[in-house]
C-alpha cells in the first residue's frame, strides 16, 4: 500500500515561507504515474484544494494561494513538494498530500487527486501568525 509522510510544517510569522515535503513509499506503479495534490484544512473548515501536478509537472494552484505557493515533485526520489511563499495568517491549517492514479486530463482538467481511490498523508501543520 501507497504510503505518504509529510514534514515542513511549523510555526512562521506572517510573509515567511515554509517547503513542505511529502516522501512516498509503497506505490504499486512509478511514483512518476500519479496524480499528486496538496490539500489543506483549517479547524472547522471543509478541506480544500491548494495545488495538484500530473506526472509532467504540469500544475494549477487554487486561486487563495496562486502566485505564492509552487508544487513540485521529484520522481526520482518519490518526493512532493509545496514552496510556500508569502505566507499569511489564513493559509494556517493543516496540510495534506495526496496521490492518485489518475489520467493526465483528470489531473489537471478533472477532480484531480481527491477521490476514493487517492492515498492521503497524515498532515503537517502550517500556523502563521500577524
Known amino acids: 500500500q501507497v504510503q505518504l509522510v509529510e514534514s515542513g510544517g511549523a510555526s512562521v510569522q506572517a510573509g515567511g515561507s515554509l517547503r513542505l515535503s511529502c516522501a512516498t513509499s509503497?506505490?504499486?506503479?512509478?511514483?512518476?504515474?500519479?496524480?499528486m495534490g496538496w490539500f489543506r484544512q483549517a479547524p472547522g473548515k471543509e478541506r480544500e484544494e491548494v495545488a495538484r501536478?500530473?506526472?509532467?509537472?504540469?500544475?494549477t494552484n487554487a486561486d487563495s494561494v496562486k502566485g505564492r505557493f509552487s508544487i513540485s515533485r521529484d520522481n526520482a526520489k518519490s518526493t512532493l513538494y509545496l514552496q510556500m511563499n508569502s505566507l499569511k495568517p489564513e493559509d494556517t491549517a493543516m496540510y495534506y498530500c495526496?496521490?492518485?492514479?489518475?489520467?493526465?486530463?483528470?489531473?489537471?482538467?478533472?477532480?484531480?487527486?481527491?477521490?476514493?481511490?487517492?492515498?492521503w498523508g497524515q498532515g503537517t501543520q502550517v500556523t502563521v501568525s500577524s
Open positions: 495526496a496521490a492518485e492514479s489518475l489520467a493526465e486530463y483528470s489531473c489537471i482538467y478533472g477532480r484531480g487527486p481527491r477521490g476514493v481511490s487517492a492515498y
Open positions: 509503497g506505490y504499486s506503479y512509478s511514483s512518476s504515474m500519479f496524480c
Open positions: 501536478i500530473n506526472t509532467y509537472g504540469f500544475t
